[in-house]
């Protein structure tokens, strides 16, 4: 597999002077895909059944292409409960292939999924880390499991992400963000290797999500006004913590005021909350914010304001660096760690393979281990890839 992922990191050392860096610096460059590379070649489209994979057909069909769409199930047929979206889904993906003219098929990803992506979640989250199944979703599953099945036979995947890719002067392909701030996906794909960003394209990944939806209401597509999903990938309206109480069960424990070190009320297990989270706390007297969690005596330590010192990072170190297309990143980068429209500029001290102290220009609110640190070059649009915080 392509990309560069290696080990563990080491304790932090100096650390370096930053400047904070502007949104509209990290987008500086968007046009719409090249479709002359598509001629004559083989192209699937993964079908949600929501609007933006629904425009990624329209947007082939209109230069020409007629794709082949695939919808890929993660639901077991005997379990409907983990499944309940994917009769509306089908039923949406289905109308949409129907009216260009394409053929669809459904691939059952279901062993794949519960095997990969719910393993590396359940074994994170019971460490006490912070994981991002989506991240992990596309690696394994839409650019993974389903290549494996039937992605082989075809040149291209698209995909409804909003992300773009680019060439440099070498030749080598870049992932690339969208004009769109608040729906750019790059973190949800800098998990993937150089070899699946060679056969991935982003038909929608030049527009903002305004367009978007202006698209499908001129196309008539179904899905037009279908809200977008806010759950796990493939999950539905399943909830997370009824997922991971599925898995893990329930370990009640203390929730203790840091400061004081006053016990505040009980928890349900440690594995349900995470490092700056307020809601879903049920504590009396808030609001409550999680800042820190002892993973061995199962206790979460929470504090009344939003800004305790505690809760803020400027350094912190990432191990296990994916490099998406084999380059390594510089000295001066930009990186987010949670699906937000901000970036922060920062400097990486190499700490060994793979490994950096990450020494960020801003103080970042809820650092928690397990995430991906995505990190991208501070001068252009670029992701590297991504990395997982240790602290």
Request: glycine share 10%.
């Amino acid at each position: 597999m392509d990309g560069v992922h290696a080990g563990c990191c080491r304790p932090a050392a100096a650390v370096f002077s930053v400047k904070s860096l502007a949104v509209s610096t990290i987008s500086s460059n968007f046009a719409p895909m090249n479709y002359e590379e598509l001629k004559d070649k083989r192209i699937a489209v993964l079908l949600s059944g929501g609007v933006d994979s629904a425009v990624v057909v329209s947007e082939l069909a209109a230069h020409g292409l007629t794709p082949d769409c695939f919808y890929i199930k993660i639901g077991s047929n005997d379990n409907d409960e983990w499944d309940c979206s994917m009769e509306e889904d089908l039923e949406m993906a289905t109308a949409v292939a129907h009216k260009y003219g394409c053929r669809l098929e459904v691939v059952d990803c279901h062993r794949e999924y519960w095997d990969q992506v719910t393993a590396y979640t359940m074994d994170k989250v019971r460490a006490g880390l912070t994981p991002n199944p989506d991240v992990m979703c596309n690696r394994l599953i839409k650019f993974g499991a389903f290549h494996e099945k039937r992605g082989h036979d075809y040149d291209f995947i698209a995909t409804g992400h909003y992300a773009q890719t680019e060439r440099d002067e070498k030749g080598r392909k870049w992932l690339t963000t969208s004009p769109d701030p608040v729906k750019d996906q790059t973190d949800f794909l800098a998990q993937i290797s150089g070899w699946q960003l060679e056969k991935a394209i982003f038909p929608i990944g030049h527009y903002v999500k305004d367009e978007v939806r202006q698209i499908a209401e001129r196309e008539h597509l179904a899905s037009a006004r279908r809200k977008d999903s806010q759950g796990i990938c493939f999950l539905g309206k399943i909830d997370y913590t009824e997922y991971v109480r599925r898995f893990l069960g329930e370990q009640p424990g203390d929730v203790v005021e840091l400061e004081t070190g006053r016990l505040i009320g009980r928890h349900r297990g440690h594995w349900f909350y995470t490092i700056g989270q307020r809601k879903g706390l049920g504590l009396g007297g808030g609001p409550w914010f999680i800042v820190k969690k002892d993973v061995g005596q199962n206790v979460l330590y929470v504090s009344h304001g939003y800004d305790p010192e505690a809760a803020y990072k400027q350094q912190f170190p990432i191990c296990g660096f994916h490099s998406i297309n084999g380059l390594m990143p510089g000295r001066e980068v930009t990186f987010k760690i949670r699906h937000t429209p901000e970036y922060h500029k920062a400097t990486l001290e190499p700490m060994g393979e793979g490994a950096f102290m990450v020494h960020s220009a801003d103080k970042i609110h809820g650092v928690a281990p397990g995430q991906f640190c995505v990190v991208y070059d501070a001068a252009s649009h670029r992701c590297y890839g991504s990395a997982e915080i240790t602290v």
